[in-house]
């Protein structure tokens, strides 16, 4: 079941937002105030959060703060990946929790964390280890969640990367996966039932995704019990989504589900893409209490 919902991801990555639009996040702010209130409405058991941020950035949580966007928020996420993207070293992660633990007296979830097996295997058990080490258990971090389950695609463009830019950063995005894109087990898989159930996984399901069922397995073998996934507002437009949406939600019943709400219609952006704020924010408040109100 729904747990939890996330308005967003990475808001303040220019991958995931496009700044040169919304500079100051007012846009942003909004959306998600409505969102939050949305849900609220429609359950106010659902825990509301704000979608994990990266780069770890006080002072982006400050600036939502004061356009209001936190007022009936629940907790606030963040996403690290020191080994491979972030600028700062693993050991690091009680000074990041303690810098946003600062600036909010709100509960911090880790929505994502990971290491790449790109360069080698005994690197992403290691990353595996010393994560769960500093971030399980620990005071102001609820929840923590491991990204992925599943290596992207080889033959999927990384929209979230720039492959010119940023060279091998750039191929680690496709090795995050505790399983290869073939489904076979890497070293890290065999130990990461060691970390659950309080250890989550995050893994998205694109539309008529075919390794669906091979990951309800996988969850069930490894003893999962919360999961990070999320319901596209893109998607939603599709021809059908209601039946392949329904089909994902009634499945994952069996677990404590955070559904993250993202990725605007390019019919509804004020450019037509995915990343674009909405010309009206207001609409994905309504996506955001229509998913609410059909899947808790």
Known sequence: MIEAVKFWNEPNNKAHWAFE????WRTFAE????????????????RRVLGGISPIDPLFVKQLQRHGALQDLNAVAVHGFPLDWSLWPLHEWPTKIAEVAAVTTLPIWVTEVGASSFGAEE???FGLRRTAELLLGKPRVERVFWCSLFDLP?????????????GVSYHR?????LLREDGTPKLALKHFADYTPELGICQWFHYEDPRFESALAWLRRL?????RTGLSWADWLRPDAERW?????????????????CFTPEAKGIQPRRTSPPRHPEEFADFCATMTRRYT
């Open 21 to 24: 639009i919304d500079p100051h």
């Open 31 to 46: 959306m998600v105030r409505l969102g939050a209130q949305a849900v609220k409405a429609e359950n106010a058991g659902i």
């Open 123 to 125: 690197v992403q058990v």
């Open 154 to 166: 080889q033959t999927r463009d990384g929209a979230a990367r720039h492959r010119e830019a940023e």
């Open 173 to 177: 995005h496709f090795h995050m996966g």
């Open 223 to 227: 003893g999962v019990r919360k999961l």
């Open 245 to 261: 949406f329904d089909h994902v939600m009634r499945r994952l019943e069996e677990f404590e589900v955070t559904a993250t709400f």
